[in-house]
């Protein structure tokens, strides 16, 4: 904090410096605005400063005190349990028996899945918006009905998905042989992977963009064609970019509830295959918590946020460590 | 010195705010679930003319339509908040409401973690009705009690079943197989099935139990009465139970189901009535599922408003105590006329004489309220 301070001054001394030698009261009364007014600017200039720190420090401090409030909450349930709640493949309100197994499977499944499905237009999307298309009416279009995507609400999806998904899914089941249901982990994977497409879409397409143009020339000037281009220039250069934007929809994907439940089927059951009806943990805490009425029970529920918290900084983590990589060859 | 004062001032401020993060950090760590009723509770203590409730979204409804027809007549205000039962009692423990309502009377558990007693109040009745999609079936499906438990088992998987078809005698059952759809969230619905279950079925006792969620051994889940209502509609071959009122509205085919006389029992508000027109303990704690009434429908359940026996807590006027128990009197007597054009069942006779008394119970400053 004081070095901004002394550097303030000694950016300015020049000027009391060269007053001080002629020594007319004017000069003086001049010299001492102009101190004055360097002071303010200082002023102003750590009042921002520090609001910035104070801001960032209150991120962290919420995350803390969420990850603290998980903790504390669920310790009944970590007593009464233990270390079993994570492969426990029981749940049971009634006789108090609580394992996570089913939920963390149908949580990874779910997600993954749908990261699958939407990779491929994602990465479409980016390249025709970010290389092919950047300007005209179509693209705008498209950029912001994919833009728009995201700004439905979820239960908007789950109704969608219940209406005209699943009886679509359901069809496709009875064609390859399996029970058909319709609702399912399957039908929920498609549903995330539509409401994730936006965010690295759009991340995508603004790194796509960056892409300094006197390299993308110097390719075509090679002989290049624009497929190659794309290939050896551009996804190469973004592929940092990119990873963290389908980084961020899996993130997503991994915390969606409502569109979810509304389609999965909901089912403690650990499922069998993909097309199979499962659970997932952010839809079992938004069905079980209002009447949850044990202790050890909602706290189960709250470990179960937790779970769902530690697993979403665990696969960050991961993912930081694979940009890392990309970035340092 | 000036800059010196000044960052002493920022960091306090700073300090302050970090104070602030901290302290509401704690609280709510240590505050439990319901934190959500405490500023509306601090804020109409001081306005007698607004109560409080929450608990069953069962009778939001209902409640909604009693509370601004009494609003006409009394200009009280009553803020319910369909949160659910389970929510809807532990908001009562905390003493955040006037009042509470759920479908289930308070359990063991929930009643050692009041500090006071509490009294139930029925202040109506509904049923759980077995809602299903067989277009080929003309006739009302009837199911019997064994035959129900056995398909929730998942010991009956196909509705060619000859369990089915020799309570089903002349209907046309497809070789399709069963769909369960279960509610998926944990509610008063579930509870009142999943107790009739357990009376019926020593199998269901043992395997699954009684409660507002359980560990179901087969089906789907769907969020609500509208998911249930989503997956029946949508599944060929499906069976799901959902709340009477939602299936009337909702045109949808539902079950007669043969009661413990014997009799199979189409569901209605008047068989619901029936149900509950039984001996009722002075507690008013009776579950009406498998009723012994030869007419009653057996999947049928009070809804009960849970208030504390002695009003005088925190720093209730005795003039809140005396609306409150004033407008749950009018519930049971007048406000039951609302009560069949939403399809909720009336109070009995039997019922009504029993919140009477239970009403005149609740005192003030140990001294009764109500005449």
């Not at chain 1, 101190?35 to 400063?49: D, G």
């Not at chain 1, 993912?319 to 990309?326: A, E, L, P, S």
């Not at chain 2, 709510?28 to 003319?49: F, L, Y």
Request: proline share 5%; net charge positive.
């Amino acid at each position: 904090m004081d070095t901004s301070v002394e550097n303030g001054l000694v950016t300015r001394s020049d000027l009391p410096l060269r007053v001080s030698n002629s020594k007319t009261p004017e000069a003086i009364v001049k010299a001492k605005q102009r101190i004055r007014r360097s002071f303010r600017q200082i002023r102003t200039e750590n009042v921002f400063k520090r609001t910035l720190v104070i801001m960032g420090i209150v991120m962290v401090i919420l995350v803390m005190g969420i990850l603290l409030t998980l903790i504390v909450q669920s310790l009944p349930s970590i007593k009464a349990l233990g270390p079993k709640y994570l492969w426990g493949r029981v749940w049971d309100p009634v006789q108090d028996i609580y394992g996570a197994w089913p939920f963390l499977l149908g949580t990874l499944l779910s997600s993954f899945l749908a990261l699958i499905i939407s990779i491929p237009f994602s990465i479409a999307v980016a390249i025709f918006l970010g290389e092919y298309y950047p300007k005209g009416w179509l693209p705008d279009l498209l950029k912001n009905t994919v833009e728009l995507i995201a700004a439905v609400p979820s239960v908007i999806y789950g109704f969608w998905g219940l209406a005209v998904l699943v009886p679509i899914v359901r069809n496709l089941e009875s064609h390859i042989g399996v029970e058909p249901i319709g609702v399912g982990i399957f039908s929920s994977s498609l549903i995330l992977a539509v409401m994730i497409i936006p965010y690295a879409a759009s991340l995508g397409r603004s790194m796509i963009q960056m892409v300094p143009s006197p390299l993308k020339e110097a390719a075509y000037g090679l002989g290049a064609t624009r497929w190659e281009v794309i290939r050896s220039v551009v996804l190469p250069y973004t592929k940092s970019g990119l990873f963290a934007g389908i980084l961020l929809s899996l993130g997503r994907a991994l915390g969606e509830t409502m569109a979810v439940t509304m389609v999965i089927g909901n089912t403690s059951i650990i499922p069998k295959n993909i097309f199979a009806p499962g659970n997932t943990m952010a839809s079992v805490i938004a069905n079980e918590f209002t009447e949850a009425d044990k202790a050890v029970y909602l706290s189960a529920l709250i470990e179960l946020g937790l779970v769902l918290f530690l697993v979403t900084v665990v696969i960050n983590m991961i993912g930081k460590r694979i940009i890392d990589r990309f970035t340092n060859d | 010195m000036k800059l010196n004062s000044f960052k002493i001032k920022t960091s306090l401020a700073a300090g302050a705010v970090f104070a602030i993060l901290s302290v509401s950090m704690v609280s709510c760590g240590g505050g439990g679930g319901s934190t959500s009723g405490s500023d509306s509770s601090a804020k109409s203590s001081s306005d007698d003319n607004a109560l409080i409730g929450a608990g069953s979204s069962f009778d939001y409804p209902l409640f909604s339509k009693m509370f601004s027809e009494y609003n006409k007549s009394n200009g009280l205000k009553v803020n319910y908040q369909s949160v659910g039962s389970g929510a809807g009692i532990s908001q009562l423990t905390n003493k955040t409401v006037d009042f509470g309502a759920s479908d289930a009377p308070m359990n063991g558990k929930q009643d050692s973690a009041v500090t006071a007693p509490v009294i139930h109040i029925p202040v109506t009745a509904g049923a759980v009705v077995l809602s299903y999609n067989l277009p080929e079936v003309k006739d009302t499906l009837q199911l019997s009690p064994e035959v129900l438990a056995d398909i929730f088992l998942g010991k009956i998987t196909k509705w060619n079943d000859p369990k089915i078809a020799a309570i089903n005698k002349g209907a046309k059952l497809p070789a399709t197989s069963i769909v369960i759809a279960h509610r998926s969230d944990g509610s008063g619905t579930s509870n009142i099935f999943t107790t009739y279950l357990s009376k019926v079925s020593e199998e269901w006792m043992t395997k699954v139990g009684k409660g507002s969620s359980v560990n179901w051994p087969v089906g789907l889940g769907g969020k609500g009465n509208e998911g249930v209502a989503g997956l029946i509609k949508q599944t060929p071959g499906a069976i799901g139970y959902i709340e009477l009122a939602y299936a009337i509205q909702n045109a949808m085919a539902y079950a007669k189901v043969q009661n413990k006389a014997g009799n199979f029992i189409t569901p209605s508000i008047a068989s619901v009535t029936a149900a509950a027109n039984i001996s009722i303990p002075p507690d008013s704690k009776v579950s009406l599922t498998n009723t012994e009434a030869a007419d009653g429908y057996p999947i049928s359940g009070f809804s009960w408003v849970l208030i504390y026996k002695e009003q005088k807590y925190n720093d209730r006027s005795s003039d809140r105590a005396a609306k409150l128990l004033k407008l749950i009197s009018w519930a049971i007597h007048d406000g039951q006329q609302y009560s069949g054009a939403l399809n909720y069942a009336p109070l009995s006779p039997a019922a009504v004489a029993v919140g009477d008394a239970l009403l005149k119970s609740a005192t003030y400053d140990s001294k009764p309220i109500l005449q």
